[in-house]
């Protein structure tokens, strides 16, 4: 079941998650290609053995190269999009505060002018 996200901190946490996944992929990656290395030189040099056994094992690598290159770009595109939200949400907290600040020196001068003319 996927993580509840409560607050900005939580997306924040699990945003950062992307850089590791990305990591991951990038190592199953070097895994697929050697993987391929293998398969070609397992399949020996072109005799009808080796086609045949090219022809079984390629479309399942390139399939397998497809996949990894699909979770990279998808995760990558995340990872960005995430530290764009999280700019924005950094920025709506800090017009937050100082709106709230804004607020609070209004009220006081307010406060002091109906003091003052309160004397």
């Known amino acids: 079941m996927a993580e509840e996200i409560r607050t900005t901190e939580d997306l924040h946490r699990l945003f950062a998650e992307y850089p590791k996944l990305a990591t991951q992929i990038s190592t199953l990656g070097l895994d697929v ?8 030189q397992g399949a020996g040099d072109n005799d009808e053995v080796a086609e045949q056994y090219k022809s079984i094992a390629d479309p399942g690598t390139e399939a397998l190269e497809r996949i990894v290159k699909m979770m990279s770009d998808v995760t990558d ?3 960005q999009a995430g530290g764009d939200v999280m700019k924005i949400f950094q920025a709506a ?6 709106i709230a600040e804004s607020w609070n020196h209004m ?3 307010e406060k002091k002018a109906q ?3 309160g004397q």
Not at 33 to 40: E, G, H, S, T
Not at 93 to 98: G, H, I, L
Request: hydrophobic residues 20%.
């Open 93 to 98: 907290d800090d017009d937050n505060k100082q």
């Open 33 to 40: 290609a050697d993987i391929k290395r293998l398969n070609l």
């Open 77 to 79: 595109s995340t990872g």
């Open 107 to 109: 009220q006081e001068a």
């Open 115 to 117: 003091e003052k003319s």
